[in-house]
Every structure is written in C-alpha cells, then in structure tokens.
C-alpha cells in the first residue's frame, strides 16, 4: 500500500498548562480517503483539528500536510454550523469561493451546488429560518466550495436527530468521493463513522500505533 497522503501527523503531542491532550499521537491520511476517528467526549478529538488546521500549536512531533497550498488546503466544519444573519443563504456560500468568478457565473455555481444538496431554490432564504440539517448543508456546500484538498469535519451532526444526522452522514460521504476530497471525520457515534468512513479508527489507537515505528 503506497498511496500518496495529504496528511501526516508523527508523534505529535499537545498539553493545555497541567492537563495532557494527547502523548505521541500519529496518522495517516491518504488522498481521496475518508478517516473516521471514534472518541468519547472529552479525548481530544478538537484540539486535534485545530492543531492540524493551525487555530492551536501541537507541543512536539510533525504535522505534515502534502500540498502546496498548506493549511489554505484544509476546510473545516464546525459542530454548529457558523453562518453570518445578515446575509442570506447565497450570501453565506459565496465567502466560501476560492476562485475568481463572474457575478453570473458565481450565481449558476451557487443554483447547481443547492441543488446538489437538495436545497434547490434556498438562494434569497434567511439563514435563521433554516433548520439544524439545512443549515449545516449551507456551511457544508461553503465548504465544499473552497476546494480543500482535506475536509475536517468535527461532528458536524451531533445536533441533529438520529435520522437527518444518518442521511447526512452518507449524502456527505458522496459529496466527498465526487470531488476526490479527503476527510477526518471526527464523531462519538460508531454507526454514523461506519456510514462516512473509508476507514474508522479509535483515538487510542492512534496513539499506540506509533510504538511500531
Ligand atoms: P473532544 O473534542 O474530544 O470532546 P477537546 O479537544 O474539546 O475534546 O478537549 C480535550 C481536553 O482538553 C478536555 O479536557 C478539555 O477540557 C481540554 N481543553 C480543550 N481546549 C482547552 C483550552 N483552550 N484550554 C484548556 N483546556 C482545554
Ligand atoms: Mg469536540
């Protein structure tokens, strides 16, 4: 198995003042994979991302991410969805653009991606009328925009019901696969990591795994 990765994290480490996060922590993340990663609540599964995104500093060990673009390559998904009320829902997607585009072209982009995500026609609708599923598609489709080489996704349904958050686990597992993106897909729920993942890993596996060397 010799596949390229996205990302690598060898030995990495984290501590906040006297509590220890996580001790000598590696993974690999190939291109075009889906990583879930299955932890209690509590364990670290944030502060990882946001190592791995650059919003904390990991104490030691690497953190590599294969692509030219480093961490402008990474997109991320927050548990609550963060969109902005005074625009409205097309206003939200298009901050997520990274290409140049016309207005038109922009406004045909914005229709097909609603669409995609069974939002169709949503463009003039204000965020706060959007309900908890639509409007983590809104910020997923955001997202998706970007064109990150990564996708992390830290339990972006935990507030939804069990149905929307099931459904949304595998539309997203599509959406991913469509647009060859490589994800960490961060999440309590075994049934909702089985549905997304390529591979689900436990988090204190990633932890002994690097004893191996
Ligand atoms: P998870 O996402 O797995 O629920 P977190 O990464 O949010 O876990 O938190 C892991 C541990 O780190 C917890 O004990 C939490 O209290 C602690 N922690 C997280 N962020 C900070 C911070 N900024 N300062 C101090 N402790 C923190
Ligand atoms: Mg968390």
Redesign the pocket.
């Given at each position: 198995m010799n596949k390229d990765f996205v990302l690598k994290i060898e030995h990495s480490s984290k501590h906040?003042?006297a509590?220890k996060?996580f001790e000598g922590l590696s993974l690999r993340l190939n291109a075009n994979e889906i990583v879930a990663i299955l932890?209690?609540?509590?364990?670290?599964?944030?502060?990882?991302l946001r190592c791995i995104v650059g919003l904390e500093k990991a104490d030691s060990g690497t953190i590599l991410i294969a692509h030219q673009r480093g961490t402008e390559s990474i997109g991320y998904l927050f548990q609550n969805p963060i969109l902005y009320p005074h625009l409205n829902t097309a206003g939200n997607i298009a901050l997520g653009f990274s290409e140049r585009l016309t207005k038109q072209e922009k406004k045909n982009r914005i229709e097909q991606e609603l669409i995609s995500v069974e939002l169709g026609g949503f463009e003039t609708r204000a965020v706060e009328s959007l309900s908890g599923g639509e409007a983590q598609r809104v910020a997923l489709v955001r997202a998706l925009l970007g064109d990150p080489k990564v996708l992390l996704l830290?339990e972006p349904f935990s507030a939804l019901d069990l149905e929307t958050r099931r459904s949304l686990a595998v539309q997203t597992r599509q959406w991913l696969k469509q647009r060859s993106i490589a994800s960490i897909h961060?999440t309590h729920d075994p049934e909702e990591a089985e549905l997304i993942a390529d591979r689900v890993i436990t988090w204190d596996s990633m932890i002994a795994v690097n004893e191996e060397e």
């Open positions: 906040f003042d509590v996060v932890g209690p609540s509590g364990c670290g599964k944030s502060t990882l830290d961060v």
